[in-house]
Nanobody, 122 residues
C-alpha cells in the first residue's frame, strides 16, 4: 500500500509563493502519473496539475503560468511550486498517484495523500 505525505502548506500573502512536497513510502514516480488536487471549503475536489510518466505536464486553466509541477526521483518526491498566489487558491492541497494525465479527473486516482492546507490572505 503506497502512502503519500504532503508538506509545505501554510499562510501566505497574495502575490506570494509556496512550494508543496509529496513524498511516497515506496518508489512510485516511475509507475504512476502524479497529480496535485485541491479542495476549497464547500467545493468539490478539483485537479490542479499532473505529470505523466513520460514527463508531459498538464495544468488547470486557473493555475496555468503560475504553478509548476516537478519531481526528484532520488528523493521519491513530487513538488508543486506555486507563485503569484491569489486568495482563491486557498484550499487543502492533495497529491495523488493516478493512472494517467489525459485529464485532471479524480476518477482514476489510485492513492491519495492526506492533504496540506494553503491559505492565501493578507
Amino acid at each position: 500500500q503506497l502512502q503519500l505525505v504532503e508538506s509545505g502548506g501554510g499562510l501566505v500573502q497574495p502575490g506570494g509563493s509556496l512550494r508543496l512536497s509529496c513524498t511516497g513510502s515506496a518508489p512510485y514516480l516511475n509507475f504512476y502519473s502524479l497529480g496535485w488536487f485541491r479542495q476549497a471549503p464547500g467545493k468539490e475536489r478539483e485537479g490542479v496539475s499532473c505529470r505523466g510518466r513520460n514527463g508531459i505536464t498538464n495544468y488547470s486553466d486557473s493555475v496555468k503560468g503560475r504553478f509548476t509541477i516537478s519531481t526528484n526521483n532520488a528523493k521519491n518526491t513530487v513538488y508543486l511550486q506555486m507563485d503569484s498566489l491569489k486568495p482563491e487558491d486557498t484550499a487543502v492541497y492533495y497529491c495523488a498517484a493516478k493512472a494517467s494525465c489525459f485529464t485532471l479527473a479524480t476518477s482514476d486516482v489510485n492513492y491519495w495523500g492526506k492533504g496540506t492546507l494553503v491559505t492565501v490572505s493578507s
